[in-house]
C-alpha cells in the first residue's frame, strides 16, 4: 500500500467530474486509487453545504486550513522552559549548552537556533546573544615568528594528554591599531581562563603583563604560545615563573586550539576594532567571570571553575 499524500488539485477535479457522473464512492475510490474513506472524508470536509461539490473551492479550503496549521514549538508555548533559555542566553551560553544543563523533557539546541532565528524571543537575538552573532567563523591572521627554544613537538606527553593541571596556553587578542587588547592564558585540562589588558604589543608589555597574571599560588608547569614577535621576551618570562615555554609550528593555531577557542569566545563581548584603551579591567574581570563559569561540554558540563573545585 502507497503511503498517504494529500489530494491534488488535478485528483479533486476527477473527483467532481466522476461524482457529477453519479459513480459511486467506492468505485471513485478504486478509480482513483484511493481508499475509500479518503473519499468520504475530502466530501464531508470540502464539500459545499448543498452536498455539491467544487474542485476549486475543496482547494482553497485546503491551503487555508494548511496555512494555519502551524507547529507550535514547545520553547514559546512553555513558560518554564522559555524563562530557563532566556536566563541561559543572558549569560551567553550556547544553545547546547542550555540544551544540556535542561532538567526537563529533551530539548534541542537547533530548538533555540530556530527560535532565535525567527525572533519569537522578544529582547534575544543572535547578534546579541550568540558568540558568532550568527555569522560563520572568520579566519585568524598570522602572526610574524620568532626563533624558540622549545617547539610544540618536543613537548612531553603528560601536556599532550591534559593529564594534569598546570599547563597553559597562551595569546594576545587585541583591538584596532595602536587601541591595546588582552594577553589572555587558558589552563589546557580545566579550560579555566586568566586575562588582563595591555596597553600596546611591545614584548615587555607583555612580558610584565604575564608575570602580573600568574602572580600568587597559580601553578604553571609549562606554557605553549604562538611565533607572535609580542613573546620575544620568552626567556626571562620563563625565569621569571620557572616554567617551560613550548611555541607552535609556524602558521598552524590548531596547536593552541584551547586557547584559539577561548579567544573566539572574549571576541563576542570584545569584537575586532574594539578600543581597549576605553575598557576597564573591572569590565575584564566580568567578563572573565561570565566565561569562567560558563558551562562546557568538553567538561562533562561543568564550568572551569567547578572543574577546578573537583580535582581540588
Known amino acids: ?3 498517504y499524500t494529500h489530494f491534488t488539485l488535478e485528483e479533486r477535479e476527477c473527483l467532481r467530474i466522476k461524482r457529477a457522473e453519479g459513480k459511486s464512492l467506492r468505485q471513485i475510490a478504486l478509480e482513483l486509487g484511493r481508499n475509500v474513506s479518503s473519499i468520504s472524508r475530502e466530501l464531508t470536509r470540502n464539500g459545499k453545504k448543498d452536498g455539491s461539490y467544487n474542485a476549486y473551492w475543496g482547494w482553497s479550503l485546503y491551503r487555508y486550513r494548511r496555512k494555519r496549521c502551524v507547529r507550535h514549538l514547545r520553547l514559546v508555548t512553555d513558560s518554564v522552559l522559555r524563562k530557563f533559555v532566556q536566563e541561559g542566553l543572558a549569560q551567553y551560553w550556547s544553545p547546547e549548552t542550555i540544551a544540556a544543563k535542561w532538567q526537563g523533557d529533551p530539548l534541542s539546541p537547533s530548538t533555540i537556533y530556530r527560535v532565535l532565528k525567527q525572533k519569537r524571543l522578544p529582547g534575544y537575538s543572535e547578534r546579541e546573544h550568540l558568540r558568532r552573532r550568527g555569522m560563520l567563523k572568520y579566519s585568524r591572521g598570522d602572526n610574524r615568528t620568532i626563533h624558540p627554544e622549545h617547539t610544540i613537538a618536543e613537548r612531553p606527553g603528560i601536556i599532550n594528554t591534559r593529564a594534569r593541571i598546570g599547563d597553559w596556553e597562551g595569546d ?10 588582552l594577553v589572555t592564558m587558558v589552563e589546557r585540562k580545566s579550560r579555566y581562563l586568566l586575562m588582563a589588558l595591555i596597553s600596546d ?11 602580573e597574571v600568574f602572580k600568587g599560588d597559580i601553578e604553571v608547569k609549562s606554557i605553549t604560545l ?20 613550548y611555541f607552535t609550528d609556524v602558521h598552524s593555531p590548531w596547536q593552541r586550539g584551547t586557547n584559539e577557542n577561548t579567544n573566539g569566545i572574549i571576541r563576542f563581548f570584545f569584537p575586532k576594532g574594539t578600543d581597549f584603551r576605553t575598557v576597564t579591567q573591572e569590565e575584564v574581570n566580568h567578563v572573565l567571570s561570565l566565561i569562567n563559569n560558563r558551562p562546557r561540554k568538553c567538561l562533562g558540563w561543568l564550568s572551569p571553575l567547578e572543574f577546578l573545585h573537583c580535582c581540588t
Open 172 to 181: 594576545t587578542v587585541l583591538g584596532g591599531n595602536g587601541k591595546g587588547g
Open 226 to 245: 604562538d611565533n607572535g614577535a609580542e613573546f620575544a621576551n620568552f626567556r626571562s618570562i620563563e625565569k621569571t615563573l620557572k616554567t617551560t615555554i
Open 1 to 3: 500500500m502507497k503511503s
Open 201 to 211: 604589543k611591545r614584548a615587555a608589555t607583555v612580558e610584565r603583563t604575564m608575570n
